[in-house]
């Protein structure tokens, strides 16, 4: 069992057991590692945030294969929640520019980012499975965002507000539950483009019928 502080500056995790195929693992914490201007969030079976979420305490059989966890990392401009092996971004201390929320988060909480008007772009990783009610409410500067395969929910007002938002690519081939009035007051000229193949689907399912004019494929 490896523990791999993923761009840590020091310190160091070791589990000295020899596990067997079948033994059951409990994922330590994150022991004396640190890493400058982030703080520990959750362990992860790949590097960049992709795999599985493991919290300390958690358990998994051990495979046959020796298992390598890396740990998540969140910037300190962030503000977030780590529950089980969920991480909820909550907010962020950075008001302008450019954002890009780390591999291994799982959600994007109400209200996370309400009226950072100056927030010009935000990318959010396929780790996300959930963008919560007025996640991005009145953030006037977005103008496009992509919305990753993963994401089965956004809530309610989700993009309200965001008069500069022109493009929302949604990658899902599934559409995404999604809350009353999640684009409304987005630019005029707003267009949803979905998977080829899907456009259909949206344009019936519940809530995005609301935007059946908008919605469009590559």
């Not at 358990?59 to 046959?64: K, N, R």
């Not at 092996?85 to 309400?114: D, E, Y």
């Not at 959930?130 to 919305?147: D, H, K, P, Q």
């Amino acid at each position: 069992m490896t523990y791999n502080g993923n761009g840590s500056n020091g310190g160091s995790v070791t589990d000295g057991n020899n596990y067997l195929a079948g033994d059951t693992v409990t994922v330590l914490g994150s022991g004396t590692l640190v890493s400058t201007g982030n703080s520990f969030a959750v362990w992860n079976t790949m590097a960049n945030g992709s795999g599985t979420n493991y919290a300390a305490g958690a358990t998994f059989p051990m495979g046959s294969a020796n298992v390598t966890l890396y740990v998540v990392w969140i910037p300190v401009n962030f503000q977030f929640i780590s529950s089980g092996g969920s991480v909820t971004i909550t907010g962020s201390t950075t008001a302008n520019g450019a954002l890009a929320i780390p591999g291994g988060v799982t959600s994007i909480g109400n209200n996370a980012f309400i009226n950072r008007t100056g927030l010009t772009s935000i990318t959010i990783p396929p780790s996300v499975t959930s963008i919560g009610s007025y996640a991005f409410v009145i953030c006037t500067s977005l103008t496009s965002i992509t919305i990753p395969p993963g994401v089965t929910s956004i809530g309610e007002g989700a993009f309200y507000g965001d008069s500069g938002m022109a493009s929302v690519i949604v990658q899902a081939t599934t559409p995404p539950a999604l809350g009353s009035l999640a684009f409304f007051g987005c630019a005029a000229e707003l267009q949803i483009q979905v998977p080829s193949g899907t456009v259909s689907t949206y344009q019936g399912t519940a809530g995005w019928s609301d935007y059946t004019t908008k919605i469009t494929s590559p």
